[in-house]
């Protein structure tokens, strides 16, 4: 499976961007999703989740409210629509795709996760 992400971009505190994460191969609906991000001097950290349905989706604390992940399995894609940007929202974004079985829990965890993306750059300006 290759993952190859868009969307990052320049731009000022307040506006908003969408990103998104295409796949190839065939086993699409059957990864559990997520993007993850690194701003520079930091480690990789959790932004957002979604299971193989699209049930059930989760946010990191910094993010919940005003970023939204969705996916088309149809099109084998992964969003992540962020709104209300802020300057410490600039980092690297990389989205992030593990196989499970339908009822595995939930991870946040960068170690479990077996495919990324080249990630994407986003910027915000104050």
């Known amino acids: 499976v290759q993952l190859q992400a868009c969307g990052g971009g320049l731009v000022q505190a307040g506006e908003s961007l969408k990103l998104s994460c295409a796949a190839s191969g065939s086993t699409f609906s059957r990864f559990m999703l997520a993007w993850f991000r690194q701003a520079p001097g930091k480690e990789r950290a959790f932004v957002a989740g979604?299971?193989?349905?699209?049930?059930?989706?989760y946010y990191g604390d910094s993010v919940n409210g005003r970023f939204t992940i969705s996916r088309d399995n149809a099109a084998k894609t992964v969003y992540l629509q962020m709104d209300s940007l802020k300057p410490e929202d600039t980092a690297i974004y990389f989205c992030?795709?593990?196989?499970?079985?339908?009822?595995?829990?939930?991870?946040?965890?960068?170690?479990?996760?077996?495919?990324w993306g080249q990630g994407t750059q986003v910027t915000v300006s104050s």
């Open positions: 979604i299971t193989r349905s699209g049930g059930n989706t």
């Open positions: 992030a795709a593990k196989s499970t079985i339908l009822t595995a829990p939930f991870s946040r965890d960068t170690d479990d996760y077996t495919y």
